[in-house]
Nanobody
Framework: QVHLVASGGGSVQAGESLRLSCVVS????????MGWFRQDSTNEREGVAR???????KYGDFVKGRFTISKDSANTKLYLQMDDLQPQDTAMYFC????????????????????WGQGTQVTVSG
């Protein structure tokens, strides 16, 4: 069973940075999909960034070069470096993996994400 634990959120001022981390256990899908989503109180969950084995990295249109997704070679750690944060980036951020047929699911960048971490809150003021 896949288990994800996200951390690294916090409260920052506009223009500052945060690095989110996600510890992934039990994920053995060879054609992996690993990514980050976010959701605030007024919008549906939206894809932020994702990595997939046979596809180039994908970012949401709103990222505009400010965020960088990365992982370790064993697919046990997933990261999201967020620079130049803005108030509109305020949301709960979730790490997710795909390919195991679970639900609920969300599609982003040719991946179907079906396993979710608990979320980490990012608040940007200023």
């Amino acid at each position: 069973q896949v288990h994800l634990v996200a951390s690294g959120g916090g409260s920052v001022q506009a223009g500052e940075s945060l690095r989110l981390s996600c510890v992934v256990s039990g994920y053995t899908v060879s054609e992996y999909c690993m990514g980050w989503f976010r959701q605030d109180s007024t919008n549906e969950r939206e894809g932020v960034a994702r990595l997939a084995r046979f596809n180039p990295v994908k970012y949401g249109d709103f990222v505009k070069g400010r965020f960088t997704i990365s992982k370790d070679s064993a697919n046990t750690k997933l990261y999201l470096q967020m620079d130049d944060l803005q108030p509109q980036d305020t949301a709960m951020y979730f790490c997710a993996t795909g390919g195991t047929g679970g639900s609920p699911y969300a599609e982003f960048g040719d991946c179907r994400f079906d396993t979710w971490g608990q979320g980490t809150q990012v608040t940007v003021s200023g």
